[in-house]
C-alpha cells in the first residue's frame, strides 16, 4: 500500500463536499423512524387531509378554551385521515423516496433545502 498525502485522502470526487455518497440509498434508524414520518405528516396534512385540518382549526378558532370538548368529532376526522395515511405503504415509499432525493441533493451541493432557490 503506498503512501498518500494528505490532500489526496481528503478528496473525494464521488463525495466533493464531504457529507457522504449522494447516490447512498441505505436509511439510518433515525431517518426512518423520524425524519420520513415528518415528511409524512407535512404532506399528509397539506394535500390528502387538507380539509379536516381546516375544519378543525376553524373549530379550535372559534371555540378557544372549551375546544378540547367541542372539537372533538373534528379531532377524531383528521386522526382516522392522518392515520390512514401514515399507514399507506405506497404513501412511505413515495416519502422516502423524496427524502432520499433531497439528503442526495445536499450530499451533492451541500446546500440545505431551505437556503436552495427553488426552480419554478
Known amino acids: 500500500m503506498s503512501l498518500q ?3 489526496e485522502i481528503a478528496f473525494d470526487p464521488k463525495n466533493p463536499h464531504d457529507l457522504g455518497d449522494p447516490n447512498d440509498t441505505s436509511l439510518r434508524k433515525v431517518e426512518k423512524e423520524v425524519l420520513i414520518p415528518r415528511i409524512m405528516r407535512d404532506r399528509a396534512k397539506q394535500i390528502h387531509c387538507s380539509k379536516e385540518v381546516q375544519e378543525f382549526e376553524a373549530c379550535c378558532k372559534a371555540n378557544s378554551i372549551l ?3 367541542t372539537c372533538r368529532n373534528e379531532n377524531s ?3 382516522s385521515c392522518l392515520t390512514k395515511w ?3 405503504d405506497d404513501f412511505r415509499e413515495e ?3 423524496i427524502y432520499l432525493e433531497e439528503r442526495s441533493d ?3 451541493t451541500g446546500i440545505p433545502k431551505k437556503h436552495r432557490v427553488q426552480k419554478m
Open 5 to 7: 498525502t494528505e490532500k
Open 67 to 69: 375546544m378540547v370538548v
Open 77 to 79: 376526522a383528521l386522526k
Open 86 to 88: 401514515y399507514k399507506n
Open 95 to 97: 416519502c422516502t423516496k
Open 106 to 108: 445536499y450530499r451533492r
